[in-house]
T-cell receptor, first 119, second 112 residues
Framework: GAVVSQHPSRVICKSGTSVKIECRSL??????MFWYRQFPKQSLMLMATSNEGSKATYEQGVEKDKFLINHASLTLSTLTVTSAHPEDSSFYIC???????????????FGPGTRLTVL | DAKTTQPPSMDCAEGRAANLPCNHSTISGNEYVYWYRQIHSQGPQYIIH???NNETNEMASLIITEDRKSSTLILPHATLRDTAVYYCIVRHNTGTASKLTFGTGTRLQVTL
């Protein structure tokens, strides 16, 4: 299957700082990317959907000014957690989809995740 | 997208078949059944998907009932490395708005 990478895999930061997480599709062009968040022992929760060159669509309850998403190219999306606080500590997972149409071009492939710890 | 119901946890002995059930009674005619799994602290891994026919690949088999209201994922010979949370998801297979929404899944523990 297609490969999606994330960087960094793990980050620890101080409260009040901003953290950027990168998501890359390595062998396909991702017209749509998704960002999920997962707290310990819970399921993945979709935060936002972004289409290349467009503004992201955020799920209800997700603060768009706090979680800035940029999808400027077909292979890269970034999630910036601004002014991070301890409650933002979580496992952030990105997913990418080619979206050319029917299967297999519209499958979602997941990155390995980024564990954010805010002190 | 239709909701799914899965048992929260299951155990399986190594070498035996693991049968993971999923109910999706409100599935619509153009929605597919997908299965993903998540091993601890990793991103979800695609396993298999189907519309109405049974499907098999190198990882698993998917059995969908004739009325499509439920399905079963079968891991024919479970190993310790199959210990994970398994998610059953239904979604449309076309359109840019189509997305995977995860439920609580089934935590499968494979034991010696």
């Amino acid at each position: 299957g297609a490969v999606v990478s994330q960087h960094p895999s793990r980050v620890i930061c101080k409260s009040g700082t901003s953290v950027k997480i990168e998501c890359r599709s390595l062998d396909f062009q991702a017209t749509t990317m998704f960002w999920y968040r997962q707290f310990p022992k819970q399921s993945l929760m979709l935060m936002a959907t972004s289409n290349e060159g467009s503004k992201a669509t955020y799920e209800q309850g997700v603060e768009k000014d706090k979680f800035l998403i940029n999808h400027a190219s077909l292979t890269l999306s970034t999630l910036t957690v601004t002014s991070a606080h301890p409650e933002d500590s979580s496992f952030y997972i990105c997913s990418a989809r080619e979206s050319r149409g029917a299967y297999p071009y519209n499958e979602q492939f997941f990155g390995p995740g980024t564990r954010l710890t805010v002190l | 997208d239709a909701k799914t119901t899965q048992p929260p946890s299951m155990d399986c002995a190594e070498g035996r078949a693991a049968n993971l059930p999923c109910n999706h009674s409100t599935i619509s005619g153009n929605e597919y059944v997908y299965w993903y799994r998540q091993i601890h602290s990793q991103g979800p891994q695609y396993i298999i998907h189907g519309l109405k026919n049974n499907e098999t690949n190198e990882m698993a088999s998917l059995i969908i009932t004739e009325d499509r209201k439920s399905s079963t994922l079968i891991l024919p010979h479970a190993t310790l490395r199959d210990t994970a949370v398994y998610y059953c998801i239904v979604r449309h297979n076309t359109g840019t708005a189509s997305k995977l929404t995860f439920g609580t899944g089934t935590r499968l523990q494979v034991t010696l």
